[in-house]
């Protein structure tokens, strides 16, 4: 479900020639349209991000929606600071997701994580939910800050940089945290049959 903000059509400009930074800065100036690109640009990755922390769908759906009215109420507040736009956009996102998660315990519908739709064998479905299962597990057991960082890093594609940015750590501490991160997945990995 995309998010229901008060965005217009394109109008025949070409927005999605513009960098983010330029996005933003015409967003801070009230451009619908700059903010309709944004969202088309991120919207599905800010799910994703959403999704990892909070283990539903319409939870993550309701993040990102959350996450783009502030984007559009807050642009003419972000400020450089030698990062990418997508970085402060993240940070957004995690601050709501540590927000909800303080106010109630997750909850994961795992069937809807997993499509089976597919047309792959009814074995090699089965074999894939299974190996899905045998991640999420693992990835639960990991600190929020390791989950962060590793969905940050390896998921999202944020540099090391950015990704301390987002969560507000030194770049050794979020190193420390995506070695640690890692290191207790593969054992955990490695310990199932």
Not at 154 to 175: P, R, T
Request: charged fraction near 25%; include cysteine.
């Amino acid at each position: 479900m995309k998010p229901t903000l008060p965005i217009a059509e394109l109008a025949g400009d070409n927005w999605s020639g513009q960098d983010d930074l330029q996005l933003l800065t015409h967003i801070a100036q009230g451009s619908k349209a700059a903010m309709t690109e944004f969202i088309s640009r991120y919207y599905q990755r800010i799910t994703d991000f959403a999704w990892r922390h909070m283990g539903r769908k319409a939870d993550a759906e309701d993040i990102a929606q959350e996450t783009f009215i502030r984007v559009w109420r807050k642009a003419r507040d972000w400020q450089d600071r030698q990062l990418p736009p997508h970085s402060w956009l993240y940070r957004i996102t995690y601050n709501l997701c540590i927000d909800e998660l303080r106010k109630r315990k997750p909850q994961t519908d795992v069937d809807e994580h997993f499509d089976l739709s597919g047309n792959d064998s009814p074995e090699s479905n089965l074999y894939q939910l299974q190996k899905d299962k045998l991640l999420a597990t693992a990835f639960a057991t990991l600190s929020e800050t390791q989950r962060t960082a590793i969905a940050l890093c390896n998921y999202q594609g944020l540099s090391n940089k950015e990704a301390a940015h987002v969560m507000d750590v030194s770049v050794e501490a979020l190193e420390s945290l995506l070695a640690r991160g890692r290191a207790k997945l593969r054992k955990q990995l490695s310990a199932e049959p």
